[in-house]
């Protein structure tokens, strides 16, 4: 389990590629790689965004999503995880987020990942705020509905 | 000894500082130290709050020595 938080801008697929070469003693084993990508949008709630400031609690949200991982690996067979969230300064259309997972079939990997960004989404210390063109600067307030509003 | 206390995001703001000291010899509700710091703010009821770095609910305890957080709905990812 690799868990990464980043300020400089990175590219997810390198990363994914870096760390699957890492894993040479599950080569072979692995027949599924979920992978979620969230990257930072140019707009949100009808307003152009320039850019975004992320706040997080440092040494929490490593904790929290440490956990979040954790609770995956006892739910599903996962077998391994790679998580990587941008801090600092963002800009669009920089990557947010990464969530990379390999299991032994598919199911595992595509309920794994969705479990484990939704969780993110709702648990771990990060706090979003925007500039917007017009200068203006404001807090985002609330994050999607998670994992168990949506399914239902 | 005391209980630190740490604010985040809007709620940094809205306080005006990052951090505050709680001094206690005798284990407290956390709305009694939030109480104790901003008299004049009502607790939002959004609010979250983390001892240790774990989520707890409105009405934990805190005591010596814990690291007592505040802060309002994340919004990560």
């Not at chain 1, 990557?95 to 939704?118: N, T």
């Not at chain 2, 630190?4 to 284990?27: I, M, N, Q, W």
């Not at chain 2, 774990?54 to 802060?71: I, S, T």
Request: aromatic share 10%.
């Amino acid at each position: 389990m690799q868990i990464k938080l980043c300020e400089q801008v990175f590219n997810p697929w390198q990363e994914i590629e870096q760390y699957q070469a890492s894993l040479t003693h599950l080569a072979g084993k692995y027949g599924a790689t979920g992978v979620f990508v969230g990257s930072m949008r140019d707009f949100n709630q009808g307003d152009d965004v320039t850019s975004m400031y992320l706040e997080h609690y440092p040494g929490m949200t490593e904790k929290q999503l440490q956990q979040i991982v954790e609770q995956a690996q006892l739910q599903w067979s996962l077998l391994d995880s790679l998580v990587i969230h941008r801090i600092g300064e963002v800009n669009p259309p920089d990557v947010l987020v990464l969530v990379a997972v390999w299991s032994a079939h598919r199911g595992d990997a595509f309920d794994a990942s969705r479990y484990i960004m939704e969780q993110l989404k709702s648990r771990a210390p990060f706090w979003k705020k925007e500039t917007l063109v017009s200068g203006q600067h404001r807090w985002v307030e609330k994050n999607t509905t998670g994992y168990q509003q949506e399914s239902r | 000894m005391s209980i630190k206390v740490r604010y985040f995001a809007s709620l940094k703001e809205s306080v005006g500082r990052g951090e505050d000291e709680c001094h206690t010899t005798f284990p407290m509700p956390v709305q009694a130290v939030w109480q104790q710091l901003n008299p004049e703010l009502a607790m939002p009821e959004t609010l979250l709050i983390a001892v240790n770095m774990n989520y707890v609910k409105h009405d934990a305890m805190v005591e010596d020595g814990d690291e007592l957080a505040f802060f309002p709905p994340v919004t990560g990812g």
